[in-house]
């Protein structure tokens, strides 16, 4: 039998790569049935150690995908050099070189993903200071809500909105956002050296 040929080497780097592969091969058809089948399974498996993916640019080394990544592609890379050398060091040098590689490679790969996802929320630090227009005009002194239009985070977005100032803002003014409460943003006049 074939397996009986090979060496213990060529048997520790092709067991770990077949292993390896399997289970990428797992994570593969669960996030395409989870695709197709609306979410209901959860197959992202990503942790890091914060706890999920960083979409404001971070990079997740070591997560699932990237892990098994790492030894899949080590492995069989480890596997194809152990059996055209007979040398230990240069297998395992291969392996965790080309794994290193693919771990790497993965991260930015889950990273540029993740980019591309949009949860739909706005992110309300990122709010204030931004200039919006006022389409319905905004009671003063907090008495009632207006509302204002502004592109925030790739999207347009219309917002309840009050004010802290004494008189009126009519429709069509442009305003600077304040602060973000919960489910409304205060606005300000933009003042007259700003503009």
């Given at each position: 039998m074939w397996l009986k040929s090979l060496s213990v080497t060529e048997h520790i780097f092709f067991w770990i790569a077949v292993v390896a592969s399997a289970l990428l091969l797992v994570q593969i058809v669960l996030l395409l049935v989870s695709f197709a089948g609306g979410g209901d399974i959860d197959a992202d498996g990503d942790f890091d150690m914060n706890g999920d993916m960083d979409t404001d640019g971070g990079l997740s080394l070591f997560s699932i995908k990237t892990v098994t990544s790492f030894f899949a592609l080590g492995g069989w890379c480890g596997f194809a050099t152990a059996s055209c050398v007979n040398n230990v060091w240069a297998p395992v040098l291969v392996a965790v070189a080309t794994g290193s590689v693919a771990l790497v490679g993965?991260?930015?790969a889950l990273r540029g993903v993740a980019k591309l996802q949009c949860s739909g929320n706005l992110v309300?630090?990122?709010?204030t200071g931004k200039n919006a227009t006022v389409y319905v005009s905004v009671p003063p002194a907090r008495s009632g809500r207006g509302k204002i239009t502004l592109t925030a985070q790739g999207k347009f977005t219309e917002l309840d909105a009050v004010t802290?100032?004494?008189e009126?803002?009519?429709t069509d003014e442009l305003v600077?956002?304040?602060?973000?409460r919960e489910?409304?943003?205060?606005?300000?006049r933009i003042r007259k050296e700003n503009k």
């Open positions: 993965v991260a930015f309300k630090e990122k709010l802290d100032d004494t009126r803002i009519p600077e956002i304040l602060s973000y489910d409304f943003v205060v606005v300000g």
